[in-house]
T-cell receptor, first 114, second 118 residues
Framework: QKEVEQNSGPLSVPEGAIASLNCTYSDRGSQSFFWYRQYSGKSPELIMSIYSNGDKEDGRFTAQLNKASQYVSLLIRDSQPSDSATYLCAVNIRDLEYGNKLVFGAGTILRVKS | GAVVSQHPSRVICKSGTSVKIECRSLDFQATTMFWYRQFPKQSLMLMATSNEGSKATYEQGVEKDKFLINHASLTLSTLTVTSAHPEDSSFYIC??????????????FGNGTRLTVT
């Protein structure tokens, strides 16, 4: 089982719709979770961090975390063509030697069509 | 805040030569930096954890003698790809977080280095 799993997509949504991106992880002890956005040929940029069960909202983005189900999601409201990118779920996995290491899912390609 | 600078952004080299990539934390000290590699249409794969003042920790399958890492100061880590071959062509990205490796804050990434070996 992969440590962090995402559906690779592509996920296509019309402009103005809600895009829903999902991620599951294997380490029950993980405490911190992140969503990064990556445009083609660029490095990832942080969108959201979430540490507690429930929802966290920031502008058009909402991250949702359910530690019991080992599930984290990202909702993008009022999707725009500029949101078209690969969205990477990242989880801090416990590493006995160095504390934490950030493990990425394969990423979900989002396409927002105008 | 938490800016990570990486240089060069793009390099083309001939097979058999070595390439050095620099990663700097500009506004914070980083006792630990992380080097990732990304092949086309694939996700980021952690190559190694760079530790200031001590040896780097390499992930399984990454050759430590081929990918030399030096972390000589709290703001600078370098990755040297030795005797590069075409299969080493990839996007190399460094990252760091304020506060060291044991905290839960997010990683901040450099802009990456596109390496092409001809």
């Amino acid at each position: 089982q992969k440590e962090v799993e995402q559906n690779s997509g592509p996920l296509s949504v019309p402009e103005g719709a809600i895009a829903s991106l999902n991620c599951t992880y294997s380490d029950r002890g993980s405490q911190s979770f992140f969503w990064y956005r990556q445009y083609s040929g660029k490095s990832p940029e942080l969108i959201m961090s979430i540490y507690s069960n429930g929802d966290k909202e920031d502008g058009r983005f909402t991250a949702q975390l359910n530690k019991a189900s080992q599930y984290v999601s990202l909702l993008i409201r009022d999707s725009q063509p500029s949101d078209s990118a690969t969205y990477l779920c990242a989880v801090n996995i416990r590493d006995l030697e160095y504390g934490n290491k950030l493990v990425f899912g394969a990423g979900t390609i989002l396409r927002v069509k105008s | 805040g938490a800016v990570v600078s990486q240089h060069p952004s793009r390099v083309i080299c001939k097979s058999g030569t070595s390439v050095k990539i620099e990663c700097r934390s500009l506004d914070f000290q980083a006792t630990t930096m992380f080097w990732y590699r990304q092949f086309p249409k694939q996700s980021l794969m952690l190559m190694a954890t760079s530790n200031e003042g001590s040896k780097a920790t390499y992930e399984q399958g990454v050759e430590k003698d081929k990918f030399l890492i030096n972390h000589a100061s709290l703001t600078l880590s370098t990755l040297t790809v030795t005797s590069a071959h075409p299969e080493d062509s990839s996007f190399y990205i460094c990252s760091a977080r304020p506060g060291g490796a044991r905290n839960n804050s997010p990683l901040h990434f450099g802009n990456g280095t596109r390496l092409t070996v001809t």
